[in-house]
């Protein structure tokens, strides 16, 4: 689709540089294009990368502008967020800026800027150059009223160590399901300072959109809807995913190579059969919990898919699996660096979704009905962990010991209780109960079709009124 040719509205929509944060953004625009917008991501040259890795429908209806951030081989090997954050805001709000100006001229201005909620300073971007400024929600509705809480300096905590905290709309919370960078904040101090920030403008946004559905948050939803202009348009994710006939939809394609090998595997195994283990794009397991998790994969039995991402350079020392691992689970396991992870979350065969929890990952074992075993690791994640072990009741959750380490022991435990028995049984219907609502929430006539189509509404008439 070219930018020049467009009739309707256009919209630009502004990333979080990292894969997590672009693909569901993508998926946005993608849903605003098939709506009759014009949808254009903006992102560093260095992410060019992470759009070959994704949804080629979607890329199909979307234009891409990059711009420089001054890193467009890569990161350097000393990378920092403290030193990084403050060059991406001036970079990407001269980019975005000379952008708008650049449209304007050419007849084609943008009416809304949807960033981010991370990048609070493009909301200054879109007010500044005249057109709305609408933030994306990228966590759980969950977790985004916890850190707005803790802005506005309300309880998020317990008074003990051993005690509970109540958050209108969520269950009682301990120390342990509390996000990592509120639960540990002398460890996390930058981190907490974003992760909160994103909250200190949101209700000057003309909309704030989240990856999410009504009934999945139904309660929580209703406690921060009055304070934003807020809309569920989630789960951003493929539409053939989501049950979806569109012949426009197509699978992800990948790495076609690694995509055969992970499928090709899995179609010689029983239904229901397979544990998938990931732990996505950021985590770095240490050795001792690395060897514990391959410990209980060999002791279960159970065929195994596990992807193990290789560390980066600053990053030594982690994910490394214990020697001789690969060549002793050869008949049993698959060690992979990469999968398609929904393709694999699909397939017939896997039974159990091993899990970080990251709310990516929690949305796509959802939205397939594969019962799960949380493993946080940090962040927002411990907090999905209590949504899927003690809300939707679609998974466990791992005890950790005194050395924060889950052993071998309790890994397999997990593992048996959503792969055996009667308990096994009533999690993978409550998988599947909530699989049947996210796609029923996308769906034509579902509640985030309906407020995508409310959202374009407005957008629209901002268009015809700007004329």
């Not at 890795?53 to 209806?61: G, I, R, W």
């Not at 084609?108 to 990048?119: K, N």
């Not at 948050?217 to 921060?224: D, G, L, T």
Request: charged content about 20%; glycine content about 8%.
């Amino acid at each position: 689709m070219e930018v020049g040719k467009a009739k309707s509205a256009h919209v630009l929509l502004l990333p979080y540089p990292s894969q997590g944060h672009i693909n569901p953004l993508l998926q946005f625009a993608d849903r605003l294009a098939s709506n009759c917008l014009c949808a254009t991501i903006v992102a560093p040259i260095r992410n060019r990368s992470d759009f070959h890795k994704a949804d080629p429908s979607a890329l199909a209806t979307t234009h891409l502008e990059f711009f420089s951030d001054g890193h467009d081989d890569g990161l350097p090997p000393d990378f920092t967020f403290e030193t990084y954050e403050p060059n991406l805001r001036r970079t990407g709000s001269r980019a975005v800026g000379d952008l708008i100006d650049r449209l304007t001229v050419e007849g084609e201005r943008p009416v809304c800027l949807v960033y981010d909620s991370f990048l609070t300073w493009a909301l200054d971007v879109a007010h500044d150059h005249g057109i709305l400024g609408v933030s994306f929600l990228t966590q759980s509705c969950a977790v985004c009223s916890i850190y707005d809480r803790y802005l506005r300096d309300l309880p998020v905590t317990p008074k003990e160590p051993n005690g509970y905290v109540a958050i209108p709309g969520m269950p009682l919370l301990g120390l342990r399901d509390i996000p990592s960078f509120i639960a540990q904040p002398e460890s996390y101090g930058f981190f907490l300072e974003m992760l909160s920030g994103q909250f200190k403008n949101i209700d000057q946004a003309d909309y704030v959109l989240v990856n999410s559905f009504d009934s999945l948050e139904a309660e929580v939803r209703k406690e921060i809807a009055e304070s934003w202009s807020l809309m569920m348009i989630g789960p951003a994710l493929p539409l053939v995913y989501l049950g979806s006939k569109n012949p426009r939809a197509t699978k992800i394609s990948g790495e076609q190579g690694m995509l055969t090998d992970c499928l090709q595997w899995l179609d010689g195994k029983p239904v229901g059969s397979v544990v998938y283990v990931s732990f996505g794009s950021m985590a770095v397991l240490s050795a001792e919990q690395m060897e514990e998790v391959s410990g209980a994969l060999r002791w279960c039995k159970w065929p195994f898919l596990w992807v193990v991402r290789p560390p980066s350079a600053n990053e030594k020392g982690g994910n490394s699996l214990p020697e001789g691992f690969i060549e002793a689970t050869s008949e049993q396991g698959l060690v992979v660096p990469w999968c398609p992870q929904l393709d694999v979350l699909a397939h017939r065969a896997v039974g159990c979704f091993v899990t970080h929890c990251g709310w990516n990952s929690t949305l796509e074992g959802l939205t397939q009905g594969v019962p799960m075993v949380a493993i946080p690791q940090w962040s927002d994640q411990p907090t999905n962990s209590k949504l899927v072990s003690d809300v939707w009741k679609m998974g466990v959750r791992v005890e950790v010991d005194e050395k924060e380490v889950v052993r071998r022991g309790e890994v397999e435990r997990c593992i048996r209780e959503v792969m055996e028995g009667e308990r096994g049984a009533e999690l993978r219907r409550n998988a599947r109960r909530w699989r049947d609502f996210a796609w029923e929430a996308v769906a034509e006539g579902g509640s985030s079709d309906k407020n995508i189509k409310q959202f374009v509404a407005k957008l629209s008439s901002s268009h015809l009124n700007s004329k």
